[in-house]
């Protein structure tokens, strides 16, 4: 059985900062990317960032260049998403996910989903 779980959520004024956490169970992430994808309402989802497991090379959307940072912990299997400056625009619900491959951005790509955890910036 695979899972992945989110948290560190929250709401915070525009400019402020989040760090999200996603931890992995019952996967073998050798060959895997792991990514953060988001939501808001009424709109699809969308890639925001991925890192391969295995390697730690990296891939951001444009729009959160300079602001975000994905990071992993091999032995402990987690995943990180670093939010700075964050903007009204970054409120969604963010999702993590795997991936068999590392560079893809489509949802369809990505095999494996967390729940959730929600993200809102005031302005």
């Known amino acids: 059985q695979v899972q992945l779980v989110e948290s560190g959520g929250g709401l915070v004024q525009a400019g402020g900062s989040l760090r999200l956490t996603c931890t992995a169970s019952?996967?073998?992430?050798?060959?895997?990317?792991l990514g953060w994808f988001r939501q808001a309402p009424g709109k699809e989802r969308e890639f925001v960032a991925a890192?391969?497991?295995?390697?730690?090379?990296?891939d951001y959307i444009g729009s959160v260049k300079g602001r975000f940072t994905i990071s992993r912990d091999y032995a402990k299997r987690t995943l990180y998403l670093q939010m700075n400056s964050l903007k009204p625009e970054d409120t969604a619900v963010y999702y993590c996910?795997?991936?068999?491959?590392?560079?893809?951005?489509?949802?369809?790509?990505?095999?494996?989903w967390g729940q959730g955890t929600q993200v809102t910036v005031s302005s």
């Open positions: 890192i391969s497991w295995l390697t730690s090379n990296t």
């Open positions: 996910a795997a991936s068999e491959t590392f560079g893809l951005r489509l949802t369809r790509d990505y095999r494996y």
């Open positions: 019952g996967v073998t992430f050798g060959s895997y990317a």
